[in-house]
C-alpha cells in the first residue's frame, strides 16, 4: 500500500484521492517545475476534501503553536476591494484572500514549538523528526504552514500498516529492503525515550545487533509485539484530538474510504468491459469458428 519513499506532492494528486494518507507519495511522476506553498495547499484541499472552516481550524491550530495571531477573517471580508471602472456594474466585492494565503508562506512554527504543544523530546534524531521529513521539510527548525498541514494530515491519517511502513522508511534510507538490528533498536530507544535493553530480545534474540532484517521481519516483529509502537499511536490520539477533534478524523476517513470505494469499483467496471470489448474483437477478427 505504501512505498518507503518520499515523493513531492504534485498537482496531479488533485484527481488521485489516496485510500489512506500515504498512498499519494507513491508512484507519482515528478514535477517538471517548483511548486509553490499556494498549489500544494490547494492540492491538499482538494485531496482531503476540507472546507473553508477546516482549513480555518488548521490555520488556527498552526498560529496558537507558533504563538501568532490569528488573521480575522470576518475582518478580511469586511475589506472591499475596487473593481476597475470597467466592471462597476457588478456590485459584488472581489472574493478577499485567506490568511494563510496572505501570509501563510511568511509565517512559521518552530519544531521546538510544535513537541513542546505535544510534550515530545525536542531532539530525539528519530521518528519524530522523520514525520516532517516525510513531507519534505525544507528547515527543520522550523516549518511553514503547508509543511504542516501536510505533516499533520499525513501522520493524522495512518493506518496500522502504513506506521510500520514508516518505521521502515525511517530506518531504511538507502532503500535498500533491509536494516540492522541496531537501527530498529535504536528507532524503539528514542520512541520510548529510555534504553533499548528491554526491546533487545524480541529484535535480536541471537545477541547479534549487525543482522539484518527487512520488511516482513519488522512487520511480524511489531505485529507480535504492538506495544513497541505504542508511542506512536498514542502521539498520533493526541494529535488527532488537539488538532479538529477525533470526530473531525473519523468521518473524514470513512467519508475518503467510502469515495475510494466507489472508485475502484468503477475502475473494475471499466476493466472488465474492456476485457469483454477486447475479447469480442479478437473473435471477430480470427472468425468464430478458429477462435
Known sequence: MFSAQKIRLDSALISHRPTR??????????????????DRIKALESMFLLTEKEMNNFYRAFCHMAKRKVQSQRKSRS????????????????????????????????????????????????FYDAIFELVGI????????????????????????????????????????????????????????????????????????????DYEMVRQIIADHPFMLEPAFRLQTTLRRRILGEKFWRKK??????????????????????????EYNIRAEVGWISY
Open 138 to 213: 525544507k528547515n527543520f527548525h522550523s516549518m511553514t504552514f503547508c509543511e504542516f498541514l501536510d505533516g499533520i494530515l499525513t501522520y493524522g491519517f495512518f493506518s496500522n500498516e502504513d506506521m510500520i511502513k514508516f518505521v521502515f522508511f525511517i530506518l531504511d534510507k538507502n532503500k535498500e529492503g533491509n536494516v540492522s538490528s541496531r537501527q530498529l533498536l535504536r528507532l524503539l530507544e528514542s520512541l520510548h525515550c529510555k534504553n533499548a535493553q528491554m526491546f533487545k530480545q524480541v529484535v535480536c534474540p541471537l545477541e547479534d545487533e549487525t543482522s539484518s532484517i
Open 253 to 278: 476517513q470513512c467519508r475518503l474510504s467510502n469515495i475510494d470505494e466507489e472508485r475502484e469499483q468503477k475502475r473494475l467496471q471499466e476493466e472488465r468491459r474492456l476485457n469483454r470489448e477486447r
Open 79 to 126: 475589506k472591499r476591494i475596487e473593481r476597475p471602472a470597467s466592471s462597476s456594474a457588478d456590485k459584488s466585492p472581489l472574493k478577499p484572500s485567506r490568511p494563510w494565503e496572505d501570509n501563510g508562506s511568511n509565517a512559521t512554527l518552530t519544531l521546538k514549538a510544535f513537541f513542546s504543544a505535544f510534550n515530545l523530546p525536542n531532539e530525539n534524531g528519530g
Open 21 to 38: 494518507a500515504i498512498n499519494f507519495r507513491r508512484d507519482m511522476p515528478s514535477t517538471p517545475y517548483k511548486l509553490t506553498d499556494a
